[in-house]
């Protein structure tokens, strides 16, 4: 296949990408202001700009980019960058794959759990309506952007991942090292529940989203068995043999990053459920939290 992904350098692209390139498919990867040619497809979508011919013939189109929504305190500015980031690059994307006249065959766009909000020990899946606060209001405008893709009859997939658990990155690798020298522990009351997948299985649920025409719409890329935070806390101490009782303060934290930010991404509870995949017998390599923890951080 060719596959063409937004965000092609980063966490989750990166590793899409070199999965791709391993069974000798080719990935063409959008550079933001740059030009067409090769394997590269120019776009830029603050300016309203993309390359929408070199979409012609494409078998895929994976959309993973967009502002980090945990890197800093979450001003009215930054909050403009981690929507706008994401809603006017979708729209630019989906226009032009419905523009072509040999249109890929599916569009694969990012979305999150947070599409849910904060809802406690309910029980979600993508038949569940959306929650409140700011990023479920993102995560559902983004997913509304892919409309004009819908409209024209492709087949459109926006996945809704949880936390992915890697060593070498996202929210593991910064959870490590107050972990290992046994200061770390659960947040706030620890109740609340993380929806989480290992890589592996994120990259697989991906490659499951582009060539499995069963797959449409919302589609939740989460492990079968969540856990609350506490059950979390618990579960990493133990892998790497340090002790968990202290619960991690929260007011450096909310000092640093806001309390909105800290709350939404630390303290919210989303207790979701895969319901799609596991419906279609998805091979979850790791749907259990301990074996997943111990094959990350002990694996080569």
Known sequence: MDVAITGAHGFLGSALAASLRADGHRVLQFARGGVSGGDQIGWDPDAGRIDAPALEGVDAVVHLAGEGIGERRWTVEQKRRILESRTKGTALLAAAVASRERKPRVLVSASAVGY????????????????EGFLAGVCKAWEAETRPA????????????????????????????????????????????????????????????????????????????????????????????????????????????????????????????????????????YPVLVPALEAILRGP
């Open 150 to 285: 819908i409209d024209a009859g492709v087949r459109t997939v926006n996945v809704r991942t949880g936390i992915v658990l890697a060593r070498n990155g996202g929210a593991l690798k910064k959870m490590l090292l107050p972990f290992r020298l046994g200061l770390g522990g659960r947040q706030g009351s620890g109740r609340q529940w993380m929806s989480w997948i290992a890589l592996d299985d994120e990259i697989t649920a991906l490659r499951a989203a582009i060539v499995d025409e069963r797959l449409r719409g919302p589609v939740d890329l989460t492990a079968p068995n969540p856990v609350t935070n506490a059950e979390f806390a618990r579960a990493l101490g133990d892998v790497v043999r340090r002790p968990t009782l202290l619960p991690t303060p929260m007011l450096p934290l909310k000092l640093r990053y806001g309390s909105e930010l800290v709350d939404s991404l630390l303290l919210a509870s989303q207790r979701v459920l895969p319901a799609r995949l596991v419906a279609l017998d998805f091979p979850f390599r």
């Open 116 to 131: 849910y909000g904060d809802r406690g020990d309910e029980l979600l899946t993508e038949d569940s309506p959306p929650g």
